[in-house]
Nanobody, 121 residues
Framework: VQLQASGGGLVQAGNSLRLSCTAS????????MGWFRQPPGKEREFVGV????????HYADSAKGRFTISRDNAVNTVYLQMNSLKPEDTAVYYC???????????????WGRGTLVTVSS
């Protein structure tokens, strides 16, 4: 599975952004998809995860109430809708594919190239 995240950019605090992660291959629908981020100078951190059919979703505390994960298996894409963005959301955002609902990155087998989100105050 090859993953490509897109949709990052520069936004002002309080605004919204939607990230997309598109996968190649015919097995996308069988994978759990996770979103992670790495703020400047910090470790990578879990953002959220969605199971194969979209009916089991978990978020990091920092994302709850502001971020929404969804997926469309028909187009091999998972989305991260980010609302009420804060400067502390500034990070490179990555999508990852795995076989289980997990918050730890090492449990994911495939990673996409990240997309940079910068939130200005």
């Amino acid at each position: 599975v090859q993953l490509q995240a897109s949709g990052g950019g520069l936004v002002q605090a309080g605004n919204s952004l939607r990230l997309s992660c598109t996968a190649s291959g015919r097995t996308f629908s069988s994978y759990t998809m996770g979103w992670f981020r790495q703020p400047p100078g910090k470790e990578r951190e879990f953002v959220g995860v969605v199971n194969w059919n979209g009916n089991n979703i978990h978020y990091a505390d920092s994302a709850k109430g502001r971020f929404t994960i969804s997926r469309d298996n028909a187009v091999n894409t998972v989305y991260l809708q980010m609302n009420s963005l804060k400067p502390e959301d500034t990070a490179v955002y990555y999508c990852a594919a795995g076989r289980t609902i997990a918050t730890m990155g090492h449990l994911y087998s495939y990673w996409g190239r990240g997309t940079l989100v910068t939130v200005s105050s």
